[in-house]
T-cell receptor, first 116, second 114 residues
Framework: AQKITQTQPGMFVQEKEAVTLDCTYDTSDPSYGLFWYKQPSSGEMIFLIY??????QNATEGRYSLNFQKARKSANLVISASQLGDSAMYFC?????????????FGGGTRLMVKP | DTAVSQTPKYLVTQMGNDKSIKCEQN?????MYWYKQDSKKFLKIMFS???????INETVPNRFSPKSPDKAHLNLHINSLELGDSAVYFCASSQGASGLYEQYFGPGTRLTVT
C-alpha cells in the first residue's frame, strides 16, 4: 500500500489566490514527521515545512501552512497569495521514527502551475 | 556556501561502465542519504548512512554501493551501468540518525546511460 498519496498530479491556480495541495499518509507508527518539498524546473529540492505527529498546532512558514488532520491522516499544504515563482512540483514526504535509517518516503508529487 | 553539493551535475556514460557520484555536506550532519528520482519524478530512497550504520533499501541492486570516507562525504558507486539506471540522483543529509529532522538535498546529478 502507498504510504504517501498525492491525488492531484497537476493543478492550476490564479496568481494571488490561495491553493491547497493534498497529501494523505498511512502509518501505524505513533511518532512520525511530515514534510513538504518544492522542486522547481531547475531540479533542486527545497524544504518548505515540517509537521510532527505530536505537534498540537498546524505548522506555518511564511506563505506556507500545513493543514494537519491527524485522525484523517492528511497533511495538506496551503500556499497563500500564489506567486508565479510558486510554479513547481511539490512533494509530500513522511519519516516514521521507528523506520530504520529515518529515510523519507515520498508521494508522487503535484505539479502546480500559477497563472498570471 | 552550498550546504550539500554533488558532482558532477550531469553524467553521460555507456552501458556496462562503472561510475561514481560524489556528495559533500558542510552542515556537520551525522546522517546522509541517496535518493533516485525517475523519469516520472518519483523519488525513492536508496540508502541511509551514518558513521555507525548503513541502511539499504531492499530494492536497490547490489551494483550500487555507497562509500563514506568521512562524516561529510557519501559517494555513490555504480557498477555495470544499465539503461534503467538513468535518473536524477539526489544526495541529502540530516542532523542525527534518529529523530525527525528535515533533510537538506543536494542539487542532484542527472545520469544518462546510453
Amino acid at each position: 500500500a502507498q504510504k504517501i498519496t498525492q491525488t492531484q498530479p497537476g493543478m492550476f491556480v490564479q496568481e494571488k489566490e490561495a491553493v491547497t495541495l493534498d497529501c494523505t499518509y498511512d502509518t501505524s507508527d505513533p511518532s512520525y514527521g511530515l514534510f513538504w518539498y518544492k522542486q522547481p524546473s531547475s531540479g533542486e529540492m527545497i524544504f518548505l515545512i515540517y509537521q510532527g505527529s505530536y505537534d498540537q498546532q498546524n505548522a506555518t512558514e511564511g506563505r506556507y501552512s500545513l493543514n494537519f488532520q491527524k485522525a484523517r491522516k492528511s497533511a495538506n499544504l496551503v500556499i497563500s497569495a500564489s506567486q508565479l515563482g510558486d510554479s513547481a512540483m511539490y512533494f509530500c514526504a513522511m519519516r516514521e521514527e521507528n523506520n530504520a535509517g529515518n529515510m523519507l518516503t515520498f508521494g508522487g508529487g503535484t505539479r502546480l502551475m500559477v497563472k498570471p | 556556501d552550498t550546504a550539500v553539493s554533488q558532482t558532477p551535475k550531469y553524467l553521460v556514460t555507456q552501458m556496462g561502465n562503472d561510475k561514481s557520484i560524489k556528495c559533500e555536506q558542510n552542515l556537520g550532519h551525522d546522517t546522509m542519504y541517496w535518493y533516485k528520482q525517475d523519469s516520472k519524478k518519483f523519488l525513492k530512497i536508496m540508502f541511509s548512512y551514518n558513521n555507525k550504520e548503513l541502511i539499504i533499501n531492499e530494492t536497490v541492486p547490489n551494483r550500487f554501493s555507497p562509500k563514506s570516507p568521512d562524516k561529510a562525504h557519501l559517494n555513490l558507486h555504480i557498477n555495470s551501468l544499465e539503461l534503467g539506471d538513468s535518473a536524477v540522483y539526489f544526495c541529502a543529509s540530516s542532523q542525527g540518525a534518529s529523530g525527525l529532522y528535515e533533510q537538506y538535498f543536494g542539487p542532484g546529478t542527472r545520469l544518462t546511460v546510453t
